[in-house]
């Protein structure tokens, strides 16, 4: 441990699993006080009693039910995991969401839904956090987006859409709020092992592999490294670094999309696939 963030606050959304989870180990290990938030009470309790595990000292961990979608549970957060003075230097903007359904299949609600906990939850915790940052000397924001905001995922539209927009979005907010001393920066994922890929994508042999013939790195990344880059987009080293977005993929946006056709069309039936397809034709 560095402790480089040491008497740091940070706030990290969908902070119970997955690559929240790990970005909120990451700040914690190098010294920040952190505060995790979800939608379930259990799943945080669970993962704040394994991050005080392993906390080093000074560090310290929170938790916090909240739905990103809330603007004013949004805000409470930010107030609960700010210092006395009620400062805030480091806000993950991580929780969303991704399911599958091609253009055809996908209704409205179903479209607008991917939208809202994409983009409108992280625009949330953006403004909260800004309004904890633009008064104290500022902070640094890193909001989780992924590769599907890229290039595209056939079947996955609305998130594709959605991660796009927060992309445009962290661009907007970091011309905005750098005179604030606000720095706003996104990551994109590519294929990571967390427990949503580990139930239902890494069990596919054809997806997964079709996956790794697009990396140049040629496997599947670990939640640690999406949250070493976070740690560096929230730290000082990164001071000079604001509307960005970068990738940590294994290299795969410098090819094409994955096909996730083998995880779809078995649960589909052939008349609903002809629908999407026509002819039946694999692209």
């Not at 040629?218 to 490294?225: K, L, S």
Request: contains cysteine.
């Amino acid at each position: 441990m560095s402790g480089k963030l040491e008497g740091k606050t940070a706030l990290i959304t969908g902070g119970g699993t997955g690559i929240g989870f790990g970005c909120a180990r990451a700040l914690l290990m190098d010294g920040a006080t952190i505060t995790i938030v979800g939608r379930r009470a259990d799943v945080l309790e669970q993962a704040a009693a394994r991050l005080e595990a392993d906390a080093p000292a000074g560090a310290g961990v929170r938790f916090l039910t909240c739905d990103v979608t809330d603007e004013e549970a949004v805000t409470a957060a930010v107030a609960y995991a700010a210092d006395a003075k009620g400062h805030l230097d480091i806000a993950i903007a991580n929780a969303g969401t991704g399911f599958g359904s091609y253009i055809l299949l996908t209704d409205a609600a179903t479209f607008r839904q991917a939208l809202d906990l994409n983009i409108l939850g992280s625009y949330n915790t953006i403004r909260a956090a800004a309004f904890a940052m633009k008064d104290s000397g500022g902070g640094s924001i890193v909001a989780v987006s992924s590769i599907a905001g890229a290039i595209t995922h056939q079947a996955m539209p609305a998130y594709c859409t959605a991660k796009a927009g927060l992309d445009m979005l962290v661009r907007c907010a970091a011309d905005e709020l750098g005179h604030f001393g606000i720095r706003v920066n996104s990551i994109q994922p590519g294929l990571t092992a967390t427990e949503i890929m580990d139930a239902f994508v890494l069990p596919n042999e054809e997806v997964v592999d079709d996956y790794i013939d697009n990396m140049p790195l040629g496997r599947v990344g670990t939640t640690e490294d999406v949250a070493q880059l976070a740690r560096f987009l929230a730290g000082p080293e990164s001071s000079w670094i604001t509307g960005q977005s970068v990738a940590v993929d294994g290299g795969h946006t410098l090819r094409r999309g994955p096909r996730y056709d083998a995880l779809f069309r078995p649960g589909m039936g052939e008349d609903v696939w002809k629908v999407v397809k026509g002819d039946g034709s694999p692209r």
